[in-house]
Structures are given as C-alpha cells and as structure tokens.
C-alpha cells in the first residue's frame, strides 16, 4: 500500500508470465487510480517482471479548490514558487519505500525494482528514489517534476541511487506541468546522479498526457537491468493519446 493513510485500496498488479526476477512500481497522476496504467503496461510487459500500480488516498488537495480526490500529497499550486506539503511528501515516500521492501522480502532484490509515474505519480518516485538507501534499477518520470527540489543535495546526501538509471519524458505544450519544470528537474538531476545515465525527451505538441512511444518504456526496463550505459537525451515529436 502507498499513500498517506490507509485508506487507499490495494494495488492493482499485473504479475509477471513466469517467476518475476524484477518489478516497476508505476505510480498514478493526481484524480487518477491504478487501474488504467495497470492495463496500458499489460500489453508490454516483460515475461520476468512484477507490475505494481498503487493507488493514492482520498484526501483534499488544495490546487482543486479542497475537493477530495486520489492524491499521493497535497499541491497548492502550480508556479515554481509555490508552497509545497513537505510532511505529505516525506510521508508518501516512506510509504513507498515500505512497499518496495515488501518486493525485497518477496525475493525482488531492490536494484531490480524500477519506479515510474506520470505527474504526481513521477514526481514522487523521483524523490523517492533521490532519498532511499535501496538501490534502485532505476526512474521513469512522465511529465514530471522534482518536489522539493530546494533541499537537493542535501537531501540526497546518503542515497543508493547516484548511478541509477533515469528516463524523463515531457511534451513541449503541456499546460499543467510546464516543459521549463521537466528541463530544470533534468538539470538538477544531472547534478545528483551519474549525468551519462539521465535521458530527457521532449514531445512536439504534447500536452500533460501519455508520452506516444510507450513501448520505449517496456526496452528502458531492459536496459536498466542490463546494465548498459542509458540511452542519451534527444528530442523527439509526438502527439497526444
């Protein structure tokens, strides 16, 4: 279970075809749940890997006028300035932490589990793993940020992860999440992990929705766990799903 209480359902799973070697950990965006995610990664999944899409509580969220909504934290507001729910964040990542010590006691050494998510979802698997002493395989972000981006590099001071694997994807015209915050999370990450191993790409026309080749996500899994060097940053085009 991930959130911040323990209201929020059991995860939605799609287990692996045979003995699950590794797992992703794919984390919604903000009103959204699991379940759609669960059925999208379903048509490419890896036959060795565990897919686990956790839920967010239902909590008020501030942005959405206090309407009570999936939310892994609360957000007050979009600007580069605003006011972050540091407690809720803090909260929400040793949540995930939690569960991915559950994969480990399942057998899933933690340096094969990738995190991921779109939005929120993204956002807080990459604080998560910035500040978790589990080595992770490493991060896919889709339309992110980095929360607390002002307590970096204090904050990632005893990490696991300076060599982790980290693939952000961004479409230049999304309203919500504005490309400048997905550039300024890939230069700060840069600084925080190996830069060889951080891969940034933009969509043409995308607004805050799916990145359009999915199917890259199912070969970034591979090239975590292979260990070979993270493809580089390169622009792309794309249009919404």
Partial sequence: MCGNNMSAPLPAIVPAARKATAAVVFLHGLGDTGHGWAEAFAGIRLPHVKYIFPHAPTMPVSLNMRMSMPSWFDIYGLSPDADEDEA??????????TLIEQEVRNGIPSHRIILGGFSQGGAL???????????????????????????????AANSANKDMHVLQCHGDADPLVPLMFGTQTAEKMKSLINPANMAFKTYRGLPHSTCP????????????????NSPQAQQGSGTSK
């Fill in 88 to 97: 809720g964040i803090k909260r929400a990542s040793e949540n995930l932490k």
């Fill in 125 to 155: 698997s990459l604080y998560t793993a910035l500040t978790t002493q589990q080595k992770l395989a490493g991060v896919i972000a889709l339309s992110s940020w980095l929360p607390l981006r002002k307590s970096f590099p204090q904050a």
């Fill in 213 to 228: 080749e999915f199917g890259r996500l199912c070969w970034t899994v591979a090239e975590c766990e292979g260990g070979r």
